[in-house]
């Protein structure tokens, strides 16, 4: 019988939950109903998770409070997606209510994961039922009951962990979306896994990891990036990232495929990552074929000319370090989330202050996008995520830097380039605030990509690769032929009246087919302002 858990048992209950997310991340992934993945979810929880296990493997605790306030700051920086965010806030939750405690019964620990789920619905702004929040808030409430007779922390698990499974199964049919695909909600699989690792600790079913197995550990000290000499900038960014290492392709071939499209490259690799170092004009495809080893750790993406210009002919002389929170020289500043180098220069131009690398399925942590606000010079920052699973990550810098910070929560590119057309300085805070969520609801957006896998969603059968076409975020449908692709999207189109139509095209796809859309969309809408981007 276990009566409480010390700092030291927490410690390595954690390390063990990591563990077991980073072991079933994929299986969590999988779980994503639509054909196109949303964010990772258990990517994002994975890599959320590790930062903080990277904290607490660094240092030994003599209470639970400085464990979990470990913990939970290193969370909250390290938060990557909606799902990433709610595991942050309920952790976050946890190391208030033990706030000051050397050890936790039952009781207090049931109480702080409860003050945890509540911390975490207050943070959604509409909270909805059939995810984690409601496989956190039934477990909690179990544990809760438990504790008022019984004493036994690894019993009062067990409860807990029945109830979340429980009521895991359930969000099946809380949600038409997880019915319809007929499995269980991610995020409430992800926090299954953590509070199972968590039990299987105490019961003696595993054993924590030591710092040496951590999935992104740093990699060993050999390149010293910040000792190159660029010389004369034949490539304009330095691109730095670390990628796992989860496929059997050997390093050696992505250190080929660098030396191919830039120079200065140095390639580090280690059991579990790959440390890399490039300078390049296509950023972007070193991305896309880092991500063929798996998940990226970390990107840094830094423009050797100019901040804010792309490719310009003339090499800049090195621009001074930077502070690390750059002193307000103006009252309003952006920072706006996009990948790519392309529309990276379209935001640069038009008045964004810092650009943070990032989208659909590559998430920026909070630590990514606070970085950037630190480093706007100026005294109020509006965060443009353009993205609906990074808002939530967005939203917790406001807590972790002196700067005000006000997120504009626009869910697409297109919505953040609105944005930026309507931004006005000469405005209050507020007014601008206004002006800008205005700008971007009036914006309709359509994705076009391809079928990841074959699915049978709201009555589409669909196959693996191909087309989709999304209008603002619904499923318009699923063709194999180009030219019905554009007659379905000219159609779902046609009541909202379009004035303006924006095509932007970037990798993978050739300028001849981006022609081709924005013919069409001429032809379907002749009094449209119609450009390829």
């Known amino acids: 019988m276990r009566e409480r858990i010390d700092a030291a048992a927490f410690k390595e209950m954690f390390l063990c939950a990591n563990a077991a ?44 409070s400085a464990a979990s306030t470990t913990a939970a700051n290193a969370l909250l920086r390290g938060a990557r997606g909606n799902s990433g965010v709610i595991l942050s806030l309920l952790f976050r939750g946890i190391y208030k209510s033990l706030k000051g405690k050397e050890t936790a019964d039952a009781k207090e620990f049931a109480a702080a994961l409860t003050a945890g789920v509540e911390a975490a619905y207050k943070a959604v702004m509409k909270p909805a039922e059939g995810t984690i929040l409601t496989v956190s808030r039934m477990a909690a409430a179990a544990a809760v009951e438990f504790a008022k007779d019984n004493d036994d922390v690894e019993l009062m698990f067990e409860c807990l962990l029945k109830a979340a499974r429980d009521a895991l199964a359930e969000t099946i049919h809380q949600n038409p979306v997880l019915e319809r695909a007929g499995v269980v909600d991610a995020g409430g699989q992800g926090f299954v896994v953590v509070m199972d690792a968590m039990l299987a600790w105490m019961q003696g079913r595993v054993a924590a990891p030591v710092e040496a197995e951590l999935p992104a550990k740093e990699a060993p000290s050999g390149a010293d990036f910040s000792e190159f000499d660029t010389g004369e900038i034949t490539f304009t ?29 140095v390639v580090v690799p280690d059991d579990e990552i790959i440390k890399v170092h490039v300078h390049t004009n296509v950023p972007g495809e070193v991305l896309t074929e880092a ?11 830094e423009n ?38 392309g529309m990276a220069e379209i935001f640069a131009e038009l008045g964004a202050d810092r650009i943070v690398t990032g989208g659909q399925t590559m998430n920026p942590s909070t630590e990514d996008i606070l970085t950037e606000v630190n480093k706007t010079p100026a005294e109020t920052v509006f965060v443009l995520p353009n993205n609906k699973n990074i808002v939530m990550a967005a939203e917790q810098c406001a807590k972790l830097t ?18 930026m057309l309507a931004f006005d300085a000469d405005q209050s805070a507020e007014d601008i605030a206004a002006g800008l969520q205005e700008a971007a609801s009036a914006v309709h957006t359509v994705l076009v990509t391809y079928a990841a896998r074959d699915s049978d969603f709201d009555g589409h059968d669909i196959h693996a690769g191909e087309y989709l076409a999304l209008l603002d975020g619904a499923l318009v449908g699923n063709y194999t032929d180009f030219s019905e692709l554009m007659g379905a999207i000219a159609g779902a189109a046609a009541p909202l009246e379009p004035e303006i139509i924006s095509v932007y095209y970037g990798a993978d796809v050739t300028e001849s087919d981006a022609a081709r859309v924005g013919k069409s969309m001429e032809a379907a809408f002749e009094d449209a302002d119609v450009n390829v981007v």
């Open 21 to 64: 997310l980073e072991e079933n991340k994929q299986i969590i992934n999988d779980l994503n109903v639509f054909p196109v993945p949303d964010g990772d979810t258990g990517t994002n929880m994975s890599l959320t998770m590790n930062a903080a296990a990277i904290a607490l493997s660094k240092d030994t605790f003599e209470e639970i």
């Open 237 to 265: 960014y330095c691109t730095e990232f670390i990628a796992a290492r989860e496929s059997q392709k050997s390093p050696e071939l992505l250190r080929t495929f660098l030396e191919n499209i830039g120079d200065c490259v």
């Open 291 to 301: 991500l063929t080893y798996g998940p990226l750790q970390t990107v840094k993406i």
């Open 304 to 341: 050797m000319r100019n901040q804010h210009t792309v490719l310009s002919k003339d090499a800049q002389p090195e621009a001074p370090a930077e502070p690390e929170i750059a002193p307000a020289e103006k009252p309003f500043g952006v920072v706006t989330v996009c990948a790519g180098d």
């Open 402 to 419: 002196e700067k005000n910070v006000v997120v504009v929560p626009t869910r697409t590119v297109p919505q953040g380039v609105a944005a």
